[in-house]
């Protein structure tokens, strides 16, 4: 009994003063690195993959500008047909049904600004129409418009440079229509015609070339309308 005694006394005692062998501590493993994820690829349905989400956007290709001069024979015949003048551009546009079909070049007065009177050597500017058609002609064609129009008349009146019943005769001409007078001291006989390539400049009308003028001659019937830009 006193055996027992002392032998649990010596264990008690060994294990109070650590006599127990110690275990050793593992070793501290290295941090586990992982790859950085790749982004995901989608494929298309042919099998090529899509471009990135942040590439930039390309650029498209500009289309090309049309041509300065060209002619698009509509492939029916346009009920309505109206021309458009531009002065600063030098250039006529012929339309269709409001569709562009023809942009020709032109030569028009030396002088700026609107035409007041005859010899100023200006090409009018406001909205007027085909008031005559002449097809015998040193300038191969020519397709008069109505300058003087109402509002010219009343401008020239206001200036005294016409008479009342010359302002009267103008604006009773344009409202029905037809050709206004040439003969006063606002000039007149300004139309459209060829001839473009044998001068710089008009004494106030619109030239263009020869085959140009053709080409306008089949559509400008009288009354189309004519608007002349600045």
Not at 116 to 145: A, H, Q, V
Not at 200 to 222: H, K, M, P
Request: net charge negative; hydrophobic share 35%; aromatic share 6%.
């Amino acid at each position: 009994m006193k055996r027992l005694f002392s032998l649990l006394v010596i264990i008690a005692f060994c294990v109070l003063t650590g006599c127990t062998k110690a275990v050793p501590a593992k070793a501290a493993l290295p941090p586990i690195v992982l790859p950085e994820p790749k982004p995901v690829v989608n494929l298309s349905a042919s099998g090529q993959a899509d471009a990135p989400a942040d590439l930039p956007e390309q650029t498209p290709e500009p289309e090309e500008a049309p041509a300065e001069e060209f002619f698009n024979e509509p492939e029916t015949e346009p009920e309505d047909i109206h021309i458009i003048v531009n002065k600063s551009e030098l250039t006529l546009e012929l339309y269709g049904d409001d569709v562009l079909i023809g942009k020709f070049p032109i030569r028009i007065g030396e002088a700026e600004g609107q035409k007041e009177k005859e010899g100023d050597k200006r090409t009018p500017e406001g909205n007027y129409y085909i008031c005559s058609r002449k097809d015998e002609t040193e300038n191969t064609l020519f397709m008069g418009i109505s300058y003087p129009n109402a509002e010219d008349a009343k401008a020239a009146y206001e200036n005294e440079l016409i008479s009342r019943s010359t302002r009267n005769a103008i604006i009773e001409a344009i409202d029905e229509g037809k050709r206004p007078p040439w003969d006063t001291a606002m000039g007149g006989a300004i139309g459209i015609h060829g001839k473009y390539d044998d001068r710089e400049f008009t004494q106030g009308c619109i030239a263009i070339s020869d085959d140009n003028v053709r080409i306008l001659w089949e559509y400008a019937q009288s009354g189309t309308a004519v608007e002349i830009l600045p």
